[in-house]
C-alpha cells in the first residue's frame, strides 16, 4: 500500500506518522509532502529517513493510494485535483469539503459505508469536537433517537496548532515569573482564561465551529432532524477536548440502559466511577484513541440524558478518524 | 451601623473588607471574628488595626447591627445563635441554611423584599454559581416566563479559596519548569486541565454544586417549576466563573428584545460585539461587580436563547451580593 501524508509538518502531519510507524496501515511506500517551510527536511520513517516534498502543482501522486491531507483548507482547495487524478483517496482533515453532496463525511464507528461511494475521490474527516460528540451520540440515537443536543465544549489549544499549544506553555513560565504572557496565536491570553470564541462569528452570533457542530451531526447520523446548538469554548489545556452534553430523545431513555449502550459502543470507552473521583478529564486521556464517557445522568430540566465526554483532539480528533477511514475502505471495498 | 466580619482571614472575609473600606456601608464600627488560626493578628480598616477577635460560644455580638459571615458551613450552624441572639442580622454565605423554609435566600435585584422577613435573623446568600446565573435569568423570566435552562460552568479556582489560587499560580511554575506540579487542594491537577466535579456526588449522579443551582433557583425566583440541570466544572482560572446557558421559555422570545432586556436589567452588563472580538471573559472581569452577558443568540436546538455569562465569584458571587442584601434592608426596612 503507497501511503502519502501531506501536511507533514504540522501537528497532525507528525500524529499521522505515528500512527503509521505504529502499523496502522500497511505501508510499503510512504511519501511525505509539506509547504515550502517544512520540504526539503526529512523525517525519520522506520529508521530511514524521509524528505518532505513540496507540494506543488507539479506534485504526482501516480501510484499513491491514499493520501491523508491535513495542510489547511485553502491548500485542500487548491490540491484537490492534483492529488486525485491519478486515482489517489485523498483522506481530507480540512472543512474545505465537508458539507459537499458529493464527498462523504466520515465517523466510521457510525457512517463507514459512506466512504465507500466518493465520486470524487476525496473523503472529509469532521471537525475534532464534532468527532468525539456524535461517537457518544451513536450509542444512543440508534435506540431512543435524539432530537435535541446542547452542548459547551471546553477545547484545548492543540486545535489551533503546536505553536498554540508552545504559546500556552510560554504563558504559564510568563505568569509564575510575574512577566506579562505574550498573545498572538488566540485572540487573547488563554492561561488563567476562557474563550468563548473558535473560528470566525456568523450572522446568526454562532461560531463556524458551532455551526460544524450543528450541519456535521446532521450529515454523518443521516438526520437532518437532529438539532445541534453548541457553545465552543478555548480553555487552557493542551490536547484533548471536553464537551458537556444534553441530549432530549423521542423514546424515554433509562440512565443504566444508557450507560449500556455506552459501554457497548465501538470506541467508546465509559469513566464514571463519581464517588471515587473517577471520571474523563484532559490531562489523563490526551494522547490515548478513545471516546471517553463519564457523568452519565438523567436531564433533571429536560426529557433525556446529560454526560461528559473527553477525546484527544488530535488523534480521534483528526488522524485516527483519518485512519481508520482508510482501514475501512481496505476493508470493505469490494 | 456596627458591622462585624466572620471569617476575616479568608478570601471572602477580605472582601467584604474592601467592600467596607470602600464605603459600601455606613460602618461606625467594625468588629473582626475568625478561627484560631487567624484570631489575634490585626488588619488595617481606615488606617487603624481591628484585632480579629475568636469565634467561640462566648463571643457577644450585643449591638452588633449585621453580620457578614463567610467561615464555612459547620462554623455558621455552630455559632448562628451565638451571632443571632441579640438582635444581630446574620448574612450568610454557607450553604447551611439557603434550603430552610424559614430563612431567605436573596439576590437584592430578584428578590430583595425577602430579606426585609427573616425570622430566624438568617439571611442566606446564594452558591456563586447560582447568583450570577438567576441575576441573567431574571432579565428574561419576567417576560418570557422560563420553563428549562441547561447550564455548563466554567469555575475559577477561588471557588475553593485562597490557597487553591496559590495552588493553581503554584501549578504553573511547576509545569513551566518541567517539574511535576504539587496537587493538594483540588481532587487532581487544575493546570492544564478542567475538572467535571465542584462539591459531593449525591445519588442522582449530580454533584451538590450542580443541585445547588437547581434548588436555590427555583427558591430564589419564586418558581417551583423553573428547572436547571448543571454541569459544573473547574478550569485553570483565577477568579471570575462563566457559564454557557440555555434557556427555554413559555412565550417565543426574540433576540434583539432579549438583548435589550439583558441591557436594562438591573446589575447587568452586556458585552456583546463578537466581531471585534468582545465578549465577557475571566481574566478581563476579575474584580469586578456586574454580571457580564455575551454571546446572545437563538437556541437553534430549541425554543429559546442561548447566552454565555462571567462574574467574579468572590465578589457579585459571594461578597457583593452580602453587602448588597445589608443596603437593601437598610434602605427599605421600615
Not at 271 to 276: G, L
Not at 315 to 330: D, E, F, H, S
Request: aromatic share 6%; glycine share 8%.
Amino acid at each position: 500500500m503507497n501511503i502519502a501524508i501531506v501536511g507533514a509538518g504540522g501537528a497532525v502531519g507528525r500524529e499521522f506518522l505515528k500512527l503509521l510507524e505504529g502499523g496502522a496501515l500497511p505501508v510499503d511506500n510512504l511519501r511525505l509532502f509539506g509547504s515550502e517551510r517544512s520540504a526539503g527536511s526529512a523525517i525519520p520513517f522506520r529508521g530511514k529517513p524521509v524528505t518532505i516534498e513540496l507540494l506543488s502543482p507539479e506534485s504526482d501522486f501516480s501510484g499513491v493510494d491514499f493520501a491523508l491531507v491535513s495542510a489547511g483548507g485553502s491548500a485542500s482547495l487548491q490540491f484537490a485535483d492534483v492529488i486525485t487524478r491519478h486515482g489517489t483517496i485523498m483522506v481530507d482533515n480540512s472543512s474545505a469539503f465537508r458539507m459537499d453532496d458529493d464527498v462523504p463525511l466520515v465517523v466510521p464507528e457510525i457512517n463507514g459505508d459512506d466512504a465507500l461511494n466518493a465520486p470524487r475521490r476525496i473523503i472529509a474527516n469532521p471537525n475534532c469536537t464534532t468527532i468525539q460528540m456524535v461517537v457518544a451520540l451513536n450509542a444512543l440515537h440508534r435506540r431512543w433517537k435524539i432530537r435535541r443536543v446542547h452542548v459547551a465544549t471546553y477545547q484545548a489549544a492543540s486545535g489551533a496548532g503546536a505553536a498554540a499549544m508552545q504559546e500556552l506553555h510560554d504563558q504559564y513560565g510568563a505568569i509564575s515569573r510575574g512577566a506579562t504572557p505574550h498573545v498572538e496565536r488566540f485572540a487573547h491570553q488563554l492561561a488563567n482564561n476562557v474563550i468563548p470564541h473558535i473560528d470566525v462569528f456568523g450572522d446568526n452570533g454562532y461560531t463556524r465551529e458551532e455551526m460544524k457542530m450543528h450541519h456535521e451531526t446532521k450529515k454523518i447520523m443521516h438526520d437532518p432532524e437532529l438539532l445541534v446548538s453548541a457553545t465552543c469554548v478555548r480553555v487552557p489545556v493542551m490536547r484533548a477536548h471536553s464537551e458537556a452534553i444534553w441530549v432530549e430523545t423521542e423514546q424515554p431513555i433509562d440512565v443504566a440502559e444508557a450507560r449500556k449502550a455506552f459501554e457497548e459502543a465501538p470506541g467508546v470507552v465509559v469513566i464514571d466511577q463519581p464517588q471515587a473521583n473517577r471520571y474523563p478529564m484532559p490531562l489523563d486521556l490526551a494522547g490515548t484513541d478513545p471516546v471517553f464517557v463519564g457523568r452519565i445522568r438523567r436531564d433533571i430540566a429536560g426529557n433525556g440524558l446529560s454526560f461528559w465526554t473527553v477525546a484527544d483532539q488530535i488523534r480521534k480528533g483528526a488522524a485516527l478518524n483519518a485512519v481508520q477511514i482508510v482501514q475501512y475502505i481496505i476493508e470493505h471495498r469490494g
